[in-house]
């Protein structure tokens, strides 16, 4: 028999929007603001025994019907597991079963070894599946070369009844996602392989170009930006780095999966976390750099639609604090390292931060100054603005066009400026778009 159980495992985002507001402003007819839409980015049982099936998804908890039947069973041997206490060497086994059948690319993944090894009572299975869900949790979110899994699975289970009912075997399905579950194993090692090429070749060429670990993670970021298009269609299939990597095209686990490969091949603790946007299910990634930990979400750094090749990236959300991503995530905080500094390191390596008015216009008269015209393409500011500057869109705007009216081109320009957790984005362009 099956049972669902509602658990926080992997929320997937089916679309996630934060819409940025767009300033009006005109300075004259030589200066206008660029006409295109707001900006946007988008979770055996054997004879004579109680048959159970749990499905362990995000998805909610709903019990069925189970049939019941009597046998009598020795427990000699087996040993006794309070699930109130700490429960090691049952974890360790869970997880090297896990890890061993699902580098196997078994459906169903026998951990009859437990129940043979564990007196585990009908009164316990709760706490026995709350726990085999944390640590198949942890493993998927730790472990991206499984991506073609979608976080879920379905636990079968077999309780003998006699004086006291317990527990008699036990085996976890592992969910597929709608693109691969039709794939053979040999098919599935293909398309892992075509994955682990892509990301060892990428990784290669990010050493090339630095061995700092702050400019590797830039690097990655910036190409996933300038290598996937956001599938705005929702469609789940596509939700994973195998889609990513392969199609260029994926939603917000792609994304994080994908960084997650690239940074753990260049041997940096990357990580993933989910939880929720706009109250909309999503995912994106944890990285640890000496001890400290920072938010870094690429999929809320890539526009929607996409801005295509040669376009500038966004890196608002990349090293921030949990105070900068409370702004527009939520997750569950205690089951996440905490991340209290904000880094924002491409702007403080490359000089981008300012903390007066004065100085955002002094940077906006310099970026100014670099462009040449004819523009071919939109030409991007970021600022950070530290502390204790507090600018709102409105006064980053009107710094704009105090720099735009001693900056007389001769010719039509057309920009935009928005701030959002503490950066101000300038966009300039020769024609609107």
């Not at 109680?50 to 049939?67: A, D, H, I, L, Q």
């Not at 889609?243 to 993933?272: K, M, P, W």
């Not at 008269?365 to 409105?394: A, G, M």
Request: aromatic fraction near 8%; glycine fraction near 6%; charge should be negative.
């Amino acid at each position: 028999m099956k049972r669902n159980i509602s658990k926080t495992l992997l929320v997937i985002s089916i679309g996630v929007t934060l819409i940025l507001g767009s300033m009006t402003g005109c300075l004259s007819e030589l200066i206008q603001q660029l006409t295109e839409t707001d900006w946007t980015w988008p979770a055996i049982p054997s004879d004579n025994t109680k048959k159970t099936t749990e499905s362990v998804s995000s998805s909610g908890r709903t019990e069925t019907t189970r049939s019941t039947e009597t046998v009598s069973t020795s427990t000699a041997g087996r040993q006794l597991i309070d699930f109130h206490n700490e429960t090691t060497t049952f974890d360790q086994l869970i997880r090297q079963t896990l890890i061993a059948g699902l580098d196997r690319f078994e459906r169903s993944i026998d951990l009859n070894a437990v129940v043979t090894t564990y007196l585990i009572r009908e009164s316990q299975i709760d706490d026995a599946i709350d726990r085999i869900f944390d640590i198949y949790t942890q493993l998927y979110l730790a472990s991206p070369r499984y991506f073609y899994l979608n976080g879920s699975f379905e636990l079968a289970y077999s309780v003998e009844q006699g004086d006291k009912d317990r527990l008699s075997s036990l085996f976890v399905e592992p969910t597929f996602w709608s693109s691969t579950d039709r794939l053979t194993a040999e098919a599935l090692q293909a398309m892992i392989a075509d994955v682990n090429r892509i990301v060892e070749n990428q990784a290669g060429q990010i050493r090339q170009q630095s061995s700092d670990p702050v400019e590797q993670l830039i690097l990655a970021h910036d190409w996933l930006i300038q290598t996937i298009t956001y599938n705005t269609t929702g469609d789940q299939g596509t939700n994973h780095a195998g889609s990513a990597l392969l199609n260029q095209v994926t939603l917000c686990q792609g994304y994080a999966q994908a960084f997650q490969l690239i940074g753990q091949e260049l041997g940096l603790d990357v990580r993933i976390i989910t939880g929720t946007s706009n109250a909309v299910g999503h995912a994106w990634n944890l990285v640890v750099l000496d001890g400290i930990a920072y938010h870094v979400d690429v999929t809320h750094d890539d526009p929607v639609p996409d801005a295509g090749l040669g376009e500038p990236n966004r890196h608002i959300h990349l090293f921030r604090s949990d105070q900068q991503m409370r702004l527009t995530n939520q997750w569950d905080e205690d089951a996440f390292p905490a991340c209290p500094v904000d880094g924002a390191f491409y702007y403080r390596n490359r000089g981008l931060v300012t903390s007066t008015a004065v100085d955002l216009e002094a940077k906006i008269d310099r970026f100014l100054s670099t462009i040449t015209w004819p523009i071919e393409q939109t030409e991007q500011l970021e600022v950070l603005l530290d502390h204790p500057v507090t600018l709102d869109p409105s006064s980053a705007e009107q710094a704009v066009q105090n720099a735009l009216k001693r900056w007389n081109s001769g010719k039509t320009v057309y920009y935009r400026v928005d701030v959002q957790k503490g950066v101000a984005i300038v966009q300039i362009s020769g024609q609107a778009s």
